[in-house]
């Protein structure tokens, strides 16, 4: 039936209020300090649920009563679901929470892993997977800091960098140190920061800890200026990289910030800004080779099945100017971290059988394993392996050739089943060149 429907003069909108919020809570319509000096803003951070309910809103209100609009960007997060895309509820049982969060693995585990994850789209999966994974990050970023600060016991704080004589690896760390300090604040400006936290965890993980602390052990072993030089460069890379990662993992880094001796709180340091001049195209040549001719050997090491403990002869040829770099500034590097007795250089080398071969950018690598290993049942071995990956391939790609396949699967399900057809594809490639060398 017919009703007359009347509106309540004193009943307000319900988002009437949020709408004032940039300048009703700095004491308008007085003309406050804090007003003057808080209005307007530069970025508003929110979700896209609530665009029209809230943003539009205080633009509007914002124009209206302060003549102008109370920020100038908006960032919109995605909506946090949980592993299979849904929406977190109490209901469904498959809350996150923040507080558990802290207790199992730390608040700095939950920003960085927010800070890793977040892209710029509508939804994102978070998952106790990826929590865990920052938390073993935290893990390496402490042991790291531990290894650091134990040997920089003996340091005089008084010395400086500035004028020594840096090995080839001071050289390289410190200028992807430079690359990682402008990475990171690039993609912060953008608002990037999955792309600035995934800068962070490559340098920290695949780089210092990874590489360079591996290559430095040898000198700082020893004594001299070499050892004080590899200190100075590690207080170096410790101190820039601490304040780096600290807007993404505040609590660590203030705790290592303090037992570095650095004094007041890391919180008041200046934000890192680039050194172009530590920036060294060349000694990042000369790394990469080096880095790609351990990971050559130990990779051979591993799929022809040679004994841990075996330390193998290893002859390069190729490029005669590239190899003599390598040997003159890595050569007891590259023994130490391949297992090898000796590492030499032939122009022209002609392999005997049972000899492995390799690529290691202009350079090919040899390993003669006669006696080492059986090298009939380890080509038996790697015949077999690339007839069961050779299947595994057929099937993948019938799979993804198939149109209703990818119509109809989820794109993660495509994307994951495209993945693992490019590694199956590689190690194949790789079978074959063992058993064709």
Known sequence: RDVELRQDEDVLDTWFSSSLWPFSVMGWPDQTPELKRFYPTSLLITGFDILFFWVARMV???????GQVPFHEVYITPLVVDEK???????????????????THGMDALRFTLSHATSKGRAWRLSYDQLDESRNFLNKIWNMARFVLQNLEDLPA????????????????LSRLARTVEKVRTELDRYNFHLAADALYHFTWDELCDWYLEVVKVRLGGGGDERRTAQ??????????????HPMMPFIT????????????????????PVPEWIDPEAENRFSIFRELVTEVRALRAELGVPAKAELEAVISGD??????????????????ARLSVLRYEASFSPPEGTAKGVAGPLTVYLPLAGVVDWAAALARLRKELSKVEAELAKLEQRLANPDFRARAPAQVVAKAEREA?????RKARLEAHLSG
């Open 60 to 66: 509007m209100m914002g124009l209206k009563f302060m």
């Open 232 to 245: 100075l460069v590690l207080r170096e890379v410790l101190e820039v990289l601490l304040r780096l990662m």
């Open 422 to 426: 490019a590694v199956l594809r590689a």
């Open 158 to 173: 008084e010395l400086s960098l500035e004028g020594r004589q840096l090995a080839w690896e001071d050289r390289w760390i």
């Open 85 to 103: 895309g849904q929406k977190m509820s109490k209901s469904r049982g498959n809350i996150i929470d923040p507080m558990e969060v802290k207790e």
């Open 254 to 273: 203030e705790e290592l910030w303090q037992q570095l001796g650095k004094g007041g709180s890391i919180a008041r340091a200046e934000f890192p800004r």
């Open 320 to 337: 005669r100017g590239t190899a003599q770099q390598l040997l003159n500034g890595f050569a007891t590097a590259a023994c130490r971290l």
